[in-house]
DNA sequence: AAATGATCATTA
DNA sequence: TAATGATCATTT
């Protein structure tokens, strides 16, 4: 067990072990079973990465590193830097978003400082041989902000007016929201068109390729 | 080939 | 059910 980073610093050092290590070699010291393939246990490499890191684990809506004001985020990446997915943030809040603000909203606060821990993805790559990149702390430009608050209020804006299930992944230009659950029949309660109660497919908030591709470049092109 | 919509495991 | 950790796999 890793105890969690007192200080900014030391979670720094601890993401520097573990950078240009294996899977496998991280599994072992963890003296976690490596997983099979992702395909049935998705969150394997986040899990992974947390023990490292001494992340407490938990399903509770708020920071990693709440103590340090800092989010973790593991992203997938090919051998050439290129990003492989989107990136998920959180869930939407889609019912009663009344008094909700940009500032005062939980994706805000995780997008406010993240540790970003690249990991090989490629699926050619076999799980147990892939590597653990060099980990950045991050924090939104104004010109980002700006671009992840716009896309926000539109969104949150479509929903306070019963127009969720109008909504596609297409919308936002680094934001998107699309279905985050565990499969098709879970739902959750949001408003309709004319003021009145449906069920809905629960959502989450991503960050868009192109978006987080940025943030990756900026940090590797130094 | 890229992107959207769907899904998997786990905890509380 | 709702939150966390995300990637899968079908559609475009």
């Known amino acids: 067990m890793i105890p969690p980073p007192k200080s900014t610093a030391e979670l720094l050092t601890l993401c520097e072990n573990i950078a240009g290590h294996s899977l496998r070699e991280l599994a072992d010291l963890a003296g976690i079973k490596m997983a099979k393939?992702?395909?049935?246990?998705?969150?394997?490499?986040?899990?992974?990465?947390?023990?490292?890191?001494?992340?407490?684990?938990?399903?509770?809506?708020?920071?990693?590193?709440?103590?340090?004001?800092?989010?973790?985020?593991?992203?997938?990446?090919?051998?050439?830097?290129?990003?492989?997915e989107t990136t998920f943030v959180c869930s939407t809040p889609i019912f009663n978003t009344t008094g909700l603000t940009w500032e005062n909203s939980n994706i805000c606060n995780k997008l406010s400082q993240v540790l970003w821990v690249p990991v090989q993805g490629e699926r050619s790559v076999p799980l147990p041989e892939r590597i653990v990149g060099s980990g950045f702390l991050w924090s939104a430009s104004e010109y980002q902000t700006h671009l992840l608050k716009s896309d926000w209020q539109e969104l949150m804006e479509k929903i306070a007016l019963g127009k969720i299930e109008s909504i596609s992944a297409r919308d936002g230009e680094v934001l998107q929201l699309r279905p985050k659950a565990a499969n098709g029949s879970i739902l959750t309660e949001a408003y309709g068109e004319d003021g009145e109660i449906i069920k809905v497919r629960p959502r989450g908030f991503y960050l868009k390729k192109a978006f987080t591709q940025s943030i990756i470049n900026q940090q590797f092109e130094i």
């Not at 992974?48 to 890191?53: A, V």
């Not at 920071?63 to 492989?84: A, C, M, N, R, S």
């Open 37 to 84: 393939d992702l395909r049935t246990n998705k969150g394997w490499v986040g899990q992974l990465i947390e023990w490292h890191l001494g992340a407490t684990a938990g399903s509770k809506p708020e920071q990693d590193f709440k103590h340090l004001g800092i989010e973790l985020k593991t992203i997938p990446i090919d051998q050439f830097g290129k990003v492989l």
